[in-house]
């Protein structure tokens, strides 16, 4: 998530500085009563316009709208804002990143797909997750909830969705989707640690393209390649759009950027 972030913070600035903007960067390292915090401190500070990742806890969005009460646009980015109807957001496509992800791996021959998902209480990890049913159903892929399991990012947490997943000889999977590649890095490492049966056959997909992936021993098939910098640049780009006049701050508008599979 941290190389994510650096990612998109890094296309917001390039943009901001483009059109004259400087960045003001607040980190609530996901705590509601910091986020909240932060809030007040930058609207003391009169800035022309808000880029936020919301907390896994952000459910009143009061803090926020009294931005837009003085006028000031807010723009969501990357953490769908769900219990906020009436909002200005740019998202990652992740829907249609898992769809692809497990499209490809059914192609490949599997028919016994797991999902490794992150926190329930996030949208955006239904968002990956309804990607998964929907592949499956259009390709006539039976669901088992057996091959389902999710994750908070603590490690012995990931472990033990892990063993969820991989307890049963007669439901075992042969390929996994996995919300971050972080966890999926733990979940290659465990498999190989225990010497699982036919670990060298098992076809791994995450969410990151990360860098470290051509230095792996087993590396994952494939990943999903969320273009968090065209992210942070979109959603730099409506905030401009907000603050010059462009649009009307309460013609609320949904930007989607579509994932990239990218075959290792």
């Known amino acids: 998530m941290i190389i994510f972030f650096t990612r998109s913070i890094y296309g917001v600035e390039q943009f901001a500085t483009e059109n004259g903007y400087n960045i003001i960067i607040s980190q609530t390292h996901d705590d509601l009563e910091k986020e909240i915090q932060s809030a007040n401190r930058l609207l003391k500070s009169r800035v022309d316009g808000l880029i ?19 006028g000031t646009p807010v723009v969501y980015y990357t953490r769908n804002p769900s219990f906020n109807l009436n909002c200005h957001k740019v998202l990652g496509n992740t829907f249609q990143g898992c769809y692809e992800a497990t499209q490809f791996l059914i192609d490949r021959g599997h028919q016994k797909i797991a999902y490794l998902g992150g926190p329930k209480m996030i949208s955006f990890t239904h ?47 042969t390929a996994l989707v996995a919300f971050k590649e972080p966890i999926l890095f733990d979940a290659i490492k465990y498999l190989k640690s225990v010497e699982y049966p036919n670990f060298d056959k098992i076809e791994c997909i995450g969410f990151g393209n990360t860098s470290l992936i051509s230095y792996l021993d087993f590396p994952p098939i494939a990943s999903v390649e969320e273009n968090p910098e065209s992210v942070g640049e979109n959603a730099m780009r409506l905030l401009l759009q907000l603050i010059n006049d462009d649009i009307e701050i309460q013609n609320y508008q949904k930007v989607m950027v579509d994932c990239k599979l990218v075959v290792h």
């Open 127 to 173: 968002d990956r997750f309804n990607g998964y049913i929907n592949a499956l159903k259009d390709n006539d892929v039976s669901f088992s909830s057996d091959l389902v399991a999710y994750t908070d990012f603590d490690r012995e947490n990931t472990i033990t969705a892990i063993q969820s997943l991989f307890k049963s000889s007669e439901n075992t999977p």
């Open 52 to 70: 936020v990742a919301i907390s896994k806890q952000t459910q009143n969005f009061s803090h926020f709208d009294q931005f837009e009460n003085m």
